[in-house]
C-alpha cells in the first residue's frame, strides 16, 4: 500500500508526540519561559525559515502544475512571516546575526539536502514541518501573553487548512511513486520528527 501522510502519523506516534511536545511549548502556555530561552528559539528559528523558504523553492522547482497555487500562497506567508520575525527581533532588541546552534545547522542542512530527492519525498516533508508547528503550538491551549500571538501564527485554522492540504498534495504524489521514493519519505518523516525535537531543545542550550 502507498505511504500516505495520515499513515506516517499513526505509524509514528510516540515519536510525533516527542516532535510536538515539549516543556519550551508548556512554559510559553503558563507564562514560565525564561525570556532569554524563548528569544534563543525566536533567533534559531528566524534562520531556520530562511532555508525553510529555500525547502518550498525547491518543491516548487520538482512540484507538477496543479501544486503551484499551494506552493505561492506558502511562499506569500513566508514572505510575511519573515518580515514578522524581524519586528519581533527589533521589539526584543535581539541580533539576528548571532551564530546558528549545531541543531539548527542540521536541520537547514537536512531542508536543503531535500532538493535531490524525488517530488513525493520533498512534499511529504514540507507537509511534516508545517504539520508539526501547527500541532506543537496548539496543543498546550491558550498562552500566556505575549507567547499567544506565536501560538496562533501556526495554530490559527487558515494555517491548519493548509496543512491538510501539504498532505493532501503529498499523498497524491506518493500515490504514484515508487517503492523507493516511499521509503525515502517514510525515512524524511522521521527525521523532520527527530528534528523538531532537538529544535526545541536547543533553546535551553544557550
Ligand atoms: C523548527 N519547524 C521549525 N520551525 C518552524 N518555523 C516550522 C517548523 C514551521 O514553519
Known amino acids: 500500500m502507498a505511504e500516505s501522510c495520515a499513515a506516517l502519523l499513526t505509524d509514528h506516534p510516540a515519536l510525533w508526540k516527542a516532535a510536538t511536545e515539549h516543556a519550551f511549548l508548556d512554559q510559553c502556555a503558563d507564562g514560565s519561559i525564561a525570556p532569554q530561552q524563548f528569544n534563543t528559539w525566536l533567533v534559531q528559528d528566524y534562520h531556520f525559515v530562511l532555508d525553510f523558504t529555500r525547502l518550498v523553492a525547491g518543491c516548487l522547482m520538482a512540484a507538477p502544475p496543479q501544486d503551484f497555487n499551494a506552493l505561492f500562497d506558502g511562499l506569500a506567508a513566508l514572505k ?61 491551549g491558550a498562552m500566556a501573553s505575549p507567547y499567544g500571538e506565536f501560538a496562533d501564527r501556526w495554530g490559527n485554522p487558515g494555517f491548519s487548512d493548509y496543512v491538510l492540504l501539504l498532505a493532501q498534495q503529498a ?7 515508487d517503492g523507493a521514493t516511499q521509503a525515502a519519505a517514510q525515512a524524511a518523516f522521521v527525521r523532520v520528527a527527530e528534528l523538531e525535537q532537538d529544535f526545541w531543545q536547543m533553546a535551553y542550550a544557550a
Open 171 to 177: 499523498d497524491a504524489a506518493l500515490d504514484k511513486a
Open 80 to 140: 510575511a512571516e519573515l518580515n514578522w520575525f524581524r519586528d519581533k527581533a527589533a521589539e526584543r532588541g535581539l541580533e539576528l546575526g548571532t551564530a546558528r546552534q549545531a541543531t539548527c545547522v542540521t536541520y537547514c542542512e537536512f531542508m536543503l539536502g531535500l532538493a535531490s530527492q524525488t517530488y513525493g519525498v520533498q512534499a511529504t516533508a514540507l507537509w511534516a514541518i508545517e504539520r508539526a508547528y501547527n500541532e506543537a503550538w496548539q496543543k498546550p
